[in-house]
């Protein structure tokens, strides 16, 4: 309570949210804080406390109008509500992946659109084409597209004059290279939250613990996939079982051929990739040898056919080869379906890495090269363009032969085949190969989004079609979210970095074209910064932007110094981890020890318990006339206790089976609970246990108790009094608030104080009466000192006995753990009514609770 | 918010808004699902709080809900009166906790209290029993599922009592990456 009113609001609703705790008490308690907080704000002085608590109530409220916004913007929410109860989570991956690509797309068109094209419009709104459009443009994106705006031939070099000065070349470059920056920000933070969120300590051995708690998918709500999975869950767990008994049969020949497997099919698909490689490379030299026998005019149509060639092998190639990689992967045998995913996906990435390196590589160093005359990048960009919309096509084939007639043959032709599954990895890597495209492509086609927009919107709802007709959910669901951030990664890792140093090397090493573009006449595209900054030399007032140019972006040693720097954070934080893992080790092995202890001490006891009925005879024998509390019988206390101790625990487990508890066992447990409940007393106040431990310690500090609660209620009173005195008075304003505020933080202290004694007295009272009984039923002993016999007991014990000394050591190890487990089980656990049945505990919880809860009052 | 009946005053918003994950009209949305129900029993009007609780075989009847293999026990953790009857703030923490943008912590703890059959405050042997029984529709032999059940204690116990405590269970879904996205129902 205390902390939630020293928090911000932020922080306050956060916590309030992560009460688990039913909505009447969050809001209980929300309503307090709220209330303490105004009444606080009206006591301290003036406006810039109300102006900050309306300033803070104004940002909450648009923050949730902000969030009622954003979900009315949610794209799909249906959609993705229905495929996710359909197909499960990791489908529904996919297509969040797909929206997410989207709206990264949508953003792009944006910019690029309203920065670089709508100035070229506005200043020169009639470049037209001096071909007419012929239908085929829509496939090559060359012929009538060629001097569009959608192609960076189209875009001019010069400076627009309307009131403000607006350069394009500019506008171009820093459009794109923005652009660029943050689609690299955006991945590297989504990349880092997903890592965070989903990489924590990844422990690939607890698989059936994991299959158990954790896979069932709730969002999932058709019969018919909950049915499939659970098929599936029990297949699996049988395979696990049945996996574990053959593991060891395992000979060495066997081995071998495993690996021999495994080596064989790395070197065909290694080989497939490279020959894939080589053979676009050769068919895109073919082409250009075409290319340049091309008049300067237009080209003829068939000419124009020649040019879908690349793009149709390149295509043919990323659907095809995958098939093959999939078939390797049936014939190979992996110990673990997840290994089995990564090579698949490894394998593909390969590909179609090397495909479009080599495609880069040539346009690079032989497309840009060419004849003056011709405009390189557009070339380029059509070239893109046409991969683009093949790669779509090819897409829209894959999932029609692929699912709808493989659906076709597993259902009507060959029963035993059944609706395919969808492959997610297999569609991501899809997607993250189209959307490379269209990163490469935003320099030479700034337009290129807007394909991509289309492409992206026609997938989802044909995906979507595709799926709830042909497919059945994946059969292993793997770990979904883990594949994603390794999808995410793979977005980032190779192909952003590959498309970003692509664009990269174009703009710093490339000529551009002499004839066309926005960057006509100079070196290279980045030597319109420079003479931008040559520009600004002359301006008044903008030495800073030179400074910064000359001695930052310029300076070799600003970015030597930048990357040590870089490269000594990496190696602490990479020392910090390490320390941290060793840590962890230390962790996990303590608890381990400690369970050990545990288990071992409980077996010491079991047998200490076995041998104790005789003592016990014994001791009802002389125990009459003699007082007898000597050695033995101290540490029998303890052991005792202990062994209470552990019944209680039992009895907790057994209680909800509704097994009887023998008397004697729940009445010493009761004792046992209620000094457990003491010593939780003691931990919340230490200085006051010292107090109470003195001789006449019961009724005074009952007493003490009583005459600290009246005083805190007179306090409390007075300090009202006072507040109503303030409200009249004014002018006496900071002194009485002051004085206010001692009294009731006095008030406070002194009744918390009291509130816990109290429940420790209560707690040692109900205990003391149920030794008393048991003392009586059982050896007719009259002790009224019970108590303080058992306490004295234990006292000596831990001087004394180092046996039990040790006992009092792993309790007081418990306790601390108890502390350590924090204020969550102390929600959890009175609301558990499995231990109703050990009376004391609960009542000096209870009490402890009711102490709490007043405490808070005290506000 | 040009909704002219009032099925909830601005005060009551602002509270469900700052005790759940929900914001307004996803309130007024789950109000929607909650009326239909059992429309005979709950109110269009809710702007003086009334005491209705709706039944757990009502509940259950839902399509979020229906095909889960722990609804009852979903909607019995959620019940504030323990009888699996659910009152409407039952029923907005119900969904609260299990939607997208409730934290881990929280998620833990429902879903240790959702798998802890006998609520002992451990999820035991018999729990995971029990468990593994609702997931696999009973098909597997007793001795199956008594091997399953000790290969899961056994990886997931760190002080080897035999049972999972609450920080067993936390410690297993801090390795899970994907509970977080699984124990959530989108409504």
Redesign the interface.
Known sequence: MKELVSMSTLEQ?RA???L?R???E??RI??KVLAFRSVKKSHEFTWFAELSENASLFFRRCG?TM??AR??LELWHGV??EI??KFG?SVLTYFMFLKWLLLFNIFSFVVNFSFITVPLLVYDPNITSSVHFRGLELLTGAGYFTHTVMYYGAYSNETLQHGVEYNLQLAYFFTIAVYMVLCGITLIFSMASSFK???????P???????????????????K???QR?NN??VQ??ES?SEKAQKELLTLPEKLKRFGIHLGSWLVSTALVVGCAVSIFFLCQYEGKLFSQWGPGAASLQQEAETLLVPFVVSLLNLVIPLFFSLFNKLEHYSNKRSQIYTLVIRNVFLRMSVLGVLCYYWMNEVSLRAPSQCWESMVGQALYRLVIFDFLFLMLGSFFGEFLRNVIGTKLHRRLGSPEFDVARNVLDLIYAQTLAWIGIYFSPLLPSIQILKFLILFYLKKVSLTQNCQPPRRTG????MQ?IFIFLLFFPFFVGAISIVGYTAWSLNPSQNCGPFRGLNQTFSVVEVWIDGLQSLPGSGWAVWIYENIIRSELFYFLVTLIILGITYVFYQLIQGRKELIGLL?QR??N???D??YLLDKLQNLHMSRPKKDTRQSKDGRNSHQPSLSGHSDAVRQALLARQQAEQE??T???GVSVPADISTSSALMQAMLARQKAERENEDYYQRAEDPPSSFSALSLAMEARQRAEGEMLQENYRKEHFYENPTTASSAVSQVMQARLRAEESSAVMQVMQARQQAEQEAGMQWTDVQLQNQAVSSSSAVAQALQARLRAEEESPASSVMMQVMQARQQAEQE?GM??AH??PQ????VGSSALIQAMLARQQAQNEYDDGY | MGNKQTTFTEEQLEAYQDCTYFTRKEILRLHGRFRELAPHLVPLDYTNNPDIRVPLSLIVTMPELKENPFRERIVETFSEDGQGNLSFNDFVDMFSALCEASPRELKTIYAFKIYDFNRDSFICKEDLEKTLNRLTKGELTAEEVALVCDKAIEEADLDGDSKLSFADFENMISKAPDFLSNFHIRI
């Open positions: 609703t309030i949210r992560e688990t039913s909505f009447e969050k809001k929300r309503n949730y969030r009622s979900q009315a993705m509500k996710g109860g989570s969120k989903n990489f924590v300590l990844v422990d051995a607890s698989t059936s613990a994991w299959q158990l708690l954790c896979s069932w998918d709730f969002s999932v709500t058709s019969e996939t909950v049915t659970k869950l029990r767990l049988k079982l770990r979904a979210a883990q951030t996990k608890i381990v400690e369970g050990k545990k288990s907790e487990a209680y909800s089976d487990a969550q089980w959890v656990q558990n009514p499995a231990a």
